[in-house]
């Protein structure tokens, strides 16, 4: 079982930046593919980014390549998203999710966190 608590979201001007911070308890943080989805008003929830067990491998939905950049720190349990350059349209919820699949594995991820609102005017 894994617990995970996002932090981070906030309102920011376009062009700002904003980290989100993904906090993970329970065993095996370090054997799970964590990923950042994101779900804006009356549209479904899309993938962001995603790293792997390592950090050795990253993917990104291609509307956030070059701009935003997942990482983590297994000795802390903590996955984070760098958002830079930041658009309206990049409004949304943000979700943290956990798996224990490879990078490319598109199945749902099996735990969730509770999401953290970012809003991004213009």
């Known amino acids: 079982q894994v617990q995970l608590v996002e932090s981070g979201g906030g309102l920011v001007q376009a062009g700002g930046s904003l980290r989100l911070s993904c906090a993970a308890s329970?065993?095996?943080?370090?054997?799970?593919?964590m990923r950042w989805f994101r779900q804006a008003p009356g549209k479904e929830r899309e993938f962001v980014a995603a790293?792997?067990?390592?950090?050795?491998?990253?993917r990104y939905v291609d509307s956030v390549k070059g701009r935003f950049t997942i990482s983590r720190d297994n000795a802390k349990n903590t996955v984070d998203l760098q958002m830079t350059s930041l658009k309206p349209e990049d409004t949304a919820v943000y979700y943290c999710?956990?798996?224990?699949?490879?990078?490319?594995?598109?199945?749902?991820?099996?735990?969730w966190g509770q999401g953290t609102q970012v809003t991004v005017s213009s």
């Open positions: 329970g065993r095996s943080f370090s054997s799970y593919t």
């Open positions: 999710a956990a798996d224990p699949l490879p990078i490319y594995n598109s199945s749902p991820p099996r735990y």
């Open positions: 790293i792997s067990w390592t950090g050795a491998y990253t």
